[in-house]
């Protein structure tokens, strides 16, 4: 699960505690619904049950759901192009070096958000998803004319180009979404959410099926024209429900004084070291498995059920941790992640045992994308949660810009043996992170019994 939601989008008019957000708060879908899993941000006192049922409304969530799908969802896909150019358009060159064009796609939206987000409070949402459309067309447009073996026009066009554009979509189609509803506003950012593993599962089954009957060219053109129609209709039938609001300087977009806080800056320290082995997986289960099973049908739907098992870890992670606490959830979540690496990927190379832990990783991954930016919120100051996030999503970037390329250095010439090297900095990059979430809720509270 290439994460998919984690990436900061901005929202306001969000109520956090009871209490009205400073004028400009960042958040990300998970960090909306952190509001709602913590018990935030219901205002349905404030409305009448039938205003939820707008036309309007849902086809504002539906076309929000076509962003994700068409930006989250390709970059959820990624683990599919980091196989074929191992064997491709690539052939030759380092996976840490190919794996790059990925980490660039995660880490420059992470890097941009926080402009973005202002910006998708100052402009129209059709002239947000008109950007992130072209660029999404012309990314895909460029990797089909890439000459191989030029990992710079790859670099160029799939890693910067998309991920610096993709950004502008996001940052407003989820907010955007959110603002036709209270009660059911979690139901809609759920939907929404949905998007991005939807686009997981179908686009690099999409693509293994097309590719070896028209070209890998003709297949990304292919996605351009999906891109060109899912934003198109989101053009056509979103429509916004609050008014624009204008930046009123870059200070109130992103705060570092969070860092004073051993207990912000002790999970963000955790958030950067399994960002460094989160997203391993998604990139190289696939050739992991064409090493031991060269022939194996299941290769081509490892990505789709590492995202569809995402998908429910997500959910249901939320539902728990609003019974036990963010943090209560996220530690051991993450531990098991970081043991199921150290045991079901590390000591197993059978088929079945390798889609066992590309569902059961999926789930528990989803949870630590999800639960993180819930406890992030509960940290910060009520006026300063979407300022906080900003700078939280900032130094994330770190973890995933560096974490892919760090583990590709592991597997130069894809042996067994140096994919168990891989594997292991993955466990225990993940147990490290547990062991800080640990950390952070010693800090919050001794007593582990209380919901943190």
Known sequence: ?????????????????????????????????????????????????????????????????????????????????????????????????????????????????????????????????????????????????????????????????FGSTAVFGTAVSLPLASQHFTRRRALAIGIVASGSSAGGVCLPIMFSHLVPRIGFGWALRIAALIALVCYGIAILISRPKLPRKPVKSIWSIVDFNGFRDPRYSTLALANVVGNFGLYVPFYYLEPYIAVHHPGAAVRNYLLPLINGSSFFGRVIGGYVADHTGGLNLLYPLTAISGILCLTLWLLSTSVSMIVAFACLYGFCSGIFVSVTPSVTVRLSPTDKVGARLGAFSIWSTIGVFTGTPIGGAFVRRGTPEEYQHLIIFTGMCLTASAVLQFATRILCDRDLRKKW
């Not at 947000?128 to 066009?157: C, D, E, K, R």
């Open 1 to 161: 699960m290439r994460d998919f939601d984690y990436f900061p989008h901005h929202i306001n008019n969000f109520k956090v505690a009871g209490k009205e957000p400073h004028d400009n708060t960042t958040l990300t879908i998970n960090h909306i619904t952190a509001l709602f899993v913590e018990g935030r941000g219901d205002d349905a006192a404030h409305r009448k049950d039938g205003d939820e049922h707008t036309v309007a409304g849902w086809l504002t969530v539906a076309g929000s759901f076509l962003v994700y799908f068409v930006s989250y969802g390709y970059m959820n896909s990624f683990g599919y192009f980091q196989d074929y150019y191992l064997g491709h358009s690539l052939a030759g060159h380092p996976s840490s070096v190919i794996a790059i064009i990925g980490s660039l796609q995660l880490g420059l939206m992470n890097l941009i958000q926080p402009v973005a987000g202002g910006l998708a409070d100052s402009y129209s949402p059709s002239i947000l998803y008109a950007v992130a459309a072209v660029g999404a067309i012309v990314s895909s447009v460029g990797v089909s004319f890439a000459q191989p073996g030029h990992i710079w026009q790859f670099i160029l066009t799939q890693g910067v180009i």
